[in-house]
C-alpha cells in the first residue's frame, strides 16, 4: 500500500462542537431556532451548503437562507479550530503510517480554504496534500476531489484506499475505484456504512494499520 485518502471531519478531526457554534450563531443572527449536536451530527456529510440547507426551517427563502449560509462561513472560518481536535488514536495512526512511509491526502466537502487551514494546523507535516470543495473540485461523491489527491501524491489506485465515516465516503470510493475503510467512530453508524458496502470497516484507528 502506497497511499490512504482520508475523509476529515468525523474521520481525522472531531468537528462537531465548532460546527454546531457556527451554525447556531448563523441561525441565532436570523432569530431561527437552535440545533443540537445529534441534529448537526446526522446533516453533516454533503457540504456547509446542505449543512445549512438542513438546519433553516422548512420553507425559508432561498435570498435568507444564502445569507445564512454567508453568516456561517464567516463566522466558521473565525472559530474553527477551537474546539476541534483529532479523535483518540488518530495521531498515533498518522505517526505510524507517516514511519511506513505511506503518502496521505485528505479529501473534504468542507470548503478548500477551511480543509488547508485545518490540515495546516492539527497536522503538519503528515497529510501531503488537501483537497476540500471549491469552483473546480466538486463534491464528493464526485471523484474529482480523490483524483485530484492521487495525482498530487502520485499514487495508483490499486494502491491506495479510501477511508471515510459517512455513506457520501462509499459512495465516492466507488465513484473512484477504491477500497473503501468505513470507520465507526465519526458521524455515521456501522449499519449505515454495512449498507452502503464498505469493504471494511474499523472501530479504532489502529485497526487500520493490519489493512496496510
Same mark, same amino acid.
Given at each position: 500500500?502506497?497511499?490512504?485518502?482520508?475523509?476529515?471531519?468525523?474521520?481525522?478531526? &472531531?468537528?462537531?462542537? &465548532?460546527? !454546531?457554534?457556527?451554525?447556531? /450563531?448563523?441561525?441565532?443572527?436570523?432569530?431561527?431556532?437552535?440545533?443540537?449536536?445529534?441534529?448537526?451530527? %446526522?446533516?453533516?456529510?454533503?457540504?456547509? %451548503?446542505?449543512?445549512?440547507?438542513?438546519?433553516?426551517? #422548512?420553507?425559508?427563502?432561498?435570498?435568507?437562507?444564502?445569507?445564512?449560509?454567508?453568516?456561517?462561513?464567516?463566522? /466558521?472560518?473565525?472559530? !474553527?479550530?477551537?474546539?476541534?481536535?483529532?479523535?483518540?488514536?488518530? !495521531?498515533?495512526?498518522?505517526?505510524?503510517? #507517516?514511519? @511506513?512511509?505511506?503518502? !496521505?491526502?485528505?479529501?473534504?466537502? #468542507?470548503? &478548500?480554504?477551511?480543509?488547508?487551514?485545518?490540515?495546516?494546523?492539527?497536522?503538519?507535516? /503528515?497529510?501531503?496534500? %488537501?483537497?476540500?470543495?471549491?469552483?473546480?473540485?466538486?463534491?464528493?461523491?464526485?471523484?474529482?476531489?480523490?483524483?485530484?489527491?492521487?495525482?498530487?501524491?502520485?499514487? @495508483?489506485? #490499486?494502491?491506495?484506499? /479510501?477511508?471515510?465515516?459517512?455513506?457520501?465516503?462509499? &459512495?465516492?470510493?466507488?465513484?473512484?475505484?477504491?477500497?473503501?475503510?468505513?470507520?465507526?467512530?465519526?458521524?455515521?453508524?456501522?449499519?449505515?456504512? +454495512?449498507?452502503?458496502?464498505?469493504?471494511?470497516?474499523?472501530?479504532?484507528?489502529? +485497526?487500520?494499520? @493490519?489493512?496496510?
Amino acid at each position: 500500500m502506497d497511499g490512504i485518502l482520508f475523509d476529515l471531519d468525523g474521520t481525522l478531526l &472531531d468537528t462537531l462542537e &465548532d460546527l !454546531m457554534d457556527s451554525v447556531n /450563531y448563523a441561525l441565532q443572527t436570523e432569530g431561527f431556532p437552535q440545533r443540537s449536536k445529534q441534529e448537526i451530527r %446526522a446533516f453533516v456529510g454533503n457540504g456547509v %451548503a446542505n449543512l445549512v440547507h438542513r438546519t433553516v426551517p #422548512k420553507g425559508t427563502p432561498q435570498p435568507i437562507e444564502a445569507r445564512c449560509l454567508e453568516t456561517f462561513r464567516a463566522h /466558521y472560518a473565525n472559530n !474553527m479550530n477551537h474546539k476541534t481536535a483529532p479523535y483518540p488514536g488518530i !495521531m498515533p495512526l498518522l505517526n505510524a503510517l #507517516k514511519q @511506513r512511509g505511506i503518502k !496521505m491526502a485528505v479529501s473534504s466537502n #468542507k470548503f &478548500d480554504a477551511a480543509v488547508k487551514k485545518l490540515c495546516a494546523e492539527q497536522f503538519e507535516g /503528515y497529510i501531503d496534500v %488537501a483537497i476540500g470543495e471549491s469552483e473546480t473540485v466538486k463534491k464528493k461523491p464526485a471523484p474529482d476531489g480523490p483524483l485530484l489527491a492521487l495525482r498530487q501524491l502520485g499514487c @495508483r489506485r #490499486k494502491d491506495t484506499l /479510501y477511508v471515510g465515516d459517512s455513506e457520501v465516503d462509499v &459512495d465516492t470510493a466507488k465513484n473512484t475505484g477504491l477500497a473503501c475503510v468505513g470507520v465507526t467512530w465519526g458521524f455515521r453508524d456501522r449499519d449505515v456504512l +454495512e449498507q452502503k458496502g464498505a469493504e471494511y470497516i474499523i472501530d479504532r484507528p489502529e +485497526e487500520l494499520l @493490519r489493512l496496510i
